[in-house]
């Protein structure tokens, strides 16, 4: 049982640039997100999955696309990387009573 | 939106030493939840809270539901060297239209001198 995992855990791109950020987990959970964290600021909701075939925007989302693959895996995806999207994501899924589970991060690092 | 402010936002200490950190909101939630966060790595949950008033433990820690449902408290007991970190509160409103969706504090980043 890993719980949440995300790929890769650190990345280099350049301005313009295109990637995708991969989460998976194996708890059996509906609800899945995306955070962006950055200094000083705690964790911004970037997009959210209610449920599988859902996704809905959270507090940050311009810049990003999500994919919600199947019910264990929900991708983060940025078409033009921009240096303000330098930043370390983190992946979550939804337990009881509203408990969230995250990955170890994706650093990522735009120039 | 709501905002969280969690303070302090830094706190050097001994090793030994309480420590005591809160999170105020600008509206009610119905559940708090607190977080650490070791250098590299993911937020692990510590502790979570679901009625205003309630105090909760977890080993060294306790965390507290306020009363007004706009705040919460987290203290840790006799701090060791791996309290190392940073500390997150969150809040969010379970049931409707939330999803789960949480809001999370600044952080306290935790320095403990042995």
């Known amino acids: 049982n890993a719980g949440v995992t995300q790929t890769p855990k650190f990345q280099v791109l350049k301005t313009g640039q295109s990637m995708t950020l991969q989460c998976a987990q194996d708890?059996?959970?509906?609800?899945m997100y995306w955070y962006r964290q950055d200094p000083g600021m705690g964790l911004r909701l970037i997009y959210y999955?209610?449920?599988?075939?859902?996704?809905d925007k959270g507090e940050v989302p311009n810049g990003y696309n999500v994919s919600r693959l199947n019910k264990r895996e929900f991708s983060l995806r940025l078409e033009s990387a921009a240096p303000s999207q330098t930043s370390v994501y983190f992946c979550?899924?939804?337990?009881?009573?509203?408990?969230?589970?995250f990955g170890p991060g994706t650093r990522l690092t735009v120039l | 939106g709501q905002q969280l402010n969690q303070s302090p936002q830094s706190m050097f200490i001994q090793e030994g030493e309480d420590v005591s950190m809160n999170c105020t909101s600008s509206s009610i939630f119905n559940t708090w939840l607190w977080y650490k966060q070791d250098p590299g790595e993911g937020p692990v949950l510590l502790i979570a809270?679901?009625?205003?008033?309630e105090l909760t433990s977890n080993g060294r820690l306790t965390a507290q539901f306020g009363i007004t449902r706009k705040d919460s408290f987290l203290n840790i007991s006799a701090s060791i060297p791996s309290d190392v970190g940073i500390y997150f509160c969150?809040?969010?409103?379970?049931?409707?239209?939330?999803?789960?969706?949480?809001?999370f504090g600044q952080g306290t980043i935790l320095t403990v001198h042995p």
């Open positions: 809270l679901y009625k205003a008033g």
């Open positions: 979550a899924s939804r337990g009881t009573r509203d408990t969230q589970y």
């Open positions: 708890m059996n959970h509906n609800s």
């Open positions: 969150a809040g969010t409103n379970a049931g409707g239209t939330s999803y789960g969706k949480l809001t």
């Open positions: 999955s209610a449920s599988e075939g859902t996704t």
